[in-house]
């Protein structure tokens, strides 16, 4: 078979396939290629050595069995026979559940989370949302410090286990989005930087060097990444791809690399006629970047929309801290403000910024699918100094209220693993990093980060503790014990409405009506014919709604349907769904 590498900077590259070794040739075609045969099958160990240098895995590695630093393994995609006849889900009108592989059981694998999928699929969602699979040292961890952007963690169950995940995904109508990250590499086992120029020291990120996207050879460096994208798609047959923090992408050029990848994904949709998608975490409110090419913009299909989970967390929690002061003034008007505009700030002053940020959503152009609406993310729940999710925070009642507003929103909902029935188990930040230095910096810098918050030393979870990973497991007899049981109940029946009911899935912004009462704490909204309130306060509440004798689809309590005067009354921390007549 045909190897070949990327080695710009070296003088001579060697070939370690199984037990021969050969030296490759500079390729004539293309500059700081190299390439050479050998015989080799499905499972072949090898790797490249430069000059006089140790043998590496290759930087475009399709299995590492022995984790980042062993050798690569060649993996022969067309030994799997795919089962599931599918043609794709496309993004308006889905439900999204974000869901780690590490945690979702006690196991930790591709294949008993597949053994869990069911699950999903009588929920009512339509896609599962993988965190991310590429390889990083250790067994557990989040993923956002992986390495070999081809290849699947190993601990995981690797390329096959993979495979029979989106498999049985796909038998059950469910697709499938994975979580990618361009915008660093791990720092433990990356080798990227000996073959080639894959960093740059002209633009800096929290992480350190930036990913070159725009300085020398910043062309091969942007197709790799771009190559590694359309292989998930292509060769594991992924839905679509969330897109890690877009925002610390520093790229100058002219074709930014968002457009660039955008462009290479919808051609492959067009090629294969499924329904591929990006979905882009973003912190800069631009609305350029879910904006058609066409029409100026990057082209990417969604985004996430954390305005609107910030304005729902201070409603619930009143937290007021950090980047929720802006939204602790008036939490129901941000509510409000998101659920017809998209952005709460579109160009409006930001304490915690200290600046002003974003700018407006063209509601004419941008559909709200294109933004994704949650109460709950790896993010903000992990980023907590002890992984607490909302279930710790709040009432059932409350959690049913917030149920009732992301399910029912423009948005393209997304939920977080357990979150359906009020799981009771934290998520906690965990990492299990094999270098001891490494380790003790995670360690001490996440200890230090919390103590400016005035948190104790002691009661931040260690990331290297093996019993932080366990103790963010899910628990998976919660669901058949109350109150999870409800809570479960009542995800179900708001995800049956939106299948059963077009006016929740209309995309159109501009078309949701909202009002709210910010001092009794309720809040009400119409979508077409349906129409949502909402009560956030512990005594009942009146809200006009003006639809007289509309009938109840759905209520967390019971609920009589609104008389002549269109007022519907509501218990404490409830909610309902109701249609008009």
Request: charged residues 25%; proline residues 7%.
């Amino acid at each position: 078979m045909q190897f070949e590498v990327w080695a710009p900077q070296a003088g001579r590259v060697t070939l370690q396939c199984d037990d021969v070794t050969r030296e490759l040739e500079r390729d004539p075609e293309r500059a700081g290629w190299w390439r050479g045969e050998a015989e080799a099958r499905d499972g072949s160990r090898y790797g490249f050595a430069l000059d006089d240098g140790p043998v590496l895995p290759d930087p475009r590695s399709r299995r590492q069995p022995d984790g980042p630093d062993g050798l690569s393994a060649v993996v022969d995609h067309e030994r799997y026979t795919w089962r599931a006849q599918w043609r794709g889900r496309p993004l308006p009108g889905a439900v999204l559940y974000e869901l780690h592989v590490g945690t979702y059981t006690r196991e930790g694998t591709l294949d008993a989370a597949a053994e869990r999928l069911g699950h999903l699929a009588e929920l009512g969602v339509t896609h599962v949302q993988l965190m991310p699979l590429c390889p990083f040292p250790g067994t557990h961890g989040w993923g956002y410090e992986g390495v070999s952007l081809w290849a699947v963690h190993e601990p995981y169950g690797g390329p096959e286990a993979l495979k029979r995940f989106v498999d049985r995904a796909h038998g059950l109508g469910l697709g499938v989005v994975l979580d990618v990250v361009h915008n660093h590499f791990g720092p433990s086992g990356n080798y990227l930087p000996v073959f080639g120029p894959y960093l740059t020291d002209t633009h800096h990120t929290p992480w350190g060097a930036a990913v070159n996207l725009d300085a020398p050879g910043s062309d091969e460096v942007r197709a790799f990444l771009i190559g590694s994208a359309l292989a998930w798609l292509r060769d594991y047959r992924i839905d679509g791809l969330r897109l890690d923090a877009v925002h610390a992408l520093v790229d100058t050029r002219a074709c930014h690399f968002l457009e660039e990848l955008s462009t290479a994904v919808d051609a492959l949709a067009a090629e294969t006629d499924l329904p591929l998608f990006l979905v882009a975490e973003s912190d800069l409110n631009d609305p350029r970047l879910i904006t058609s090419r066409a029409e100026g913009g990057l082209g990417l299909h969604a985004q996430w929309n954390d305005d609107f989970h910030h304005a729902l967390h201070t409603t619930l929690t009143g937290e007021s801290q950090g980047y929720y002061a802006d939204f602790a003034r008036a939490p129901l008007g941000g509510i409000a403000k998101t659920l017809t505009g998209g952005y709460f700030h579109d160009g409006s002053y930001s304490s915690f910024r200290e600046r002003h940020h974003g700018r407006p959503l063209d509601r004419t152009r941008v559909a709200g699918h294109r933004l994704l609406g949650y109460g709950q993310t790896h993010d903000q729940v992990g980023n907590r100094a002890q992984g607490d999710r909302l279930s710790a925070l709040v009432s059932p009642g409350l959690l049913a209220c917030a149920a009732t507003l992301i399910l029912t929103a423009p948005f393209t909902p997304m939920l977080f693993m357990g979150e359906e029935w009020a799981a009771g188990t934290p998520w906690q930040f965990f990492t299990d990093h094999t270098d001891p230095e490494l380790a003790d910096a995670v360690r001490r810098g996440r200890r230090r980060e919390f103590a400016a918050h005035g948190w104790k030393e002691e009661d931040v979870p260690d990331p290297q503790d093996p019993a932080t990973r366990d103790r963010s497991c899910l628990d998976w007899s919660e669901p058949e014990r109350e109150p999870h049981a409800r809570v479960l109940a009542w995800y179900r029946q708001l995800l049956a409405l939106r299948h059963e009911q077009p006016d929740l899935t209309d995309p159109d912004l501009a078309d949701t009506k909202v009002a709210f009462d910010e001092e009794h704490r309720w809040i009400a909204f119409r979508r077409g014919d349906v129409l949502v309130g909402v009560n956030l306060a512990s005594e009942p509440a009146a809200l006009p709604l003006g639809v007289p004798h509309a009938r109840v689809l759905a209520a967390w309590d019971p609920v009589e349907k609104p008389g002549a005067d269109g007022v519907v009354r509501l218990p404490g921390e409830s909610a309902v769904v109701l249609a008009e007549d």
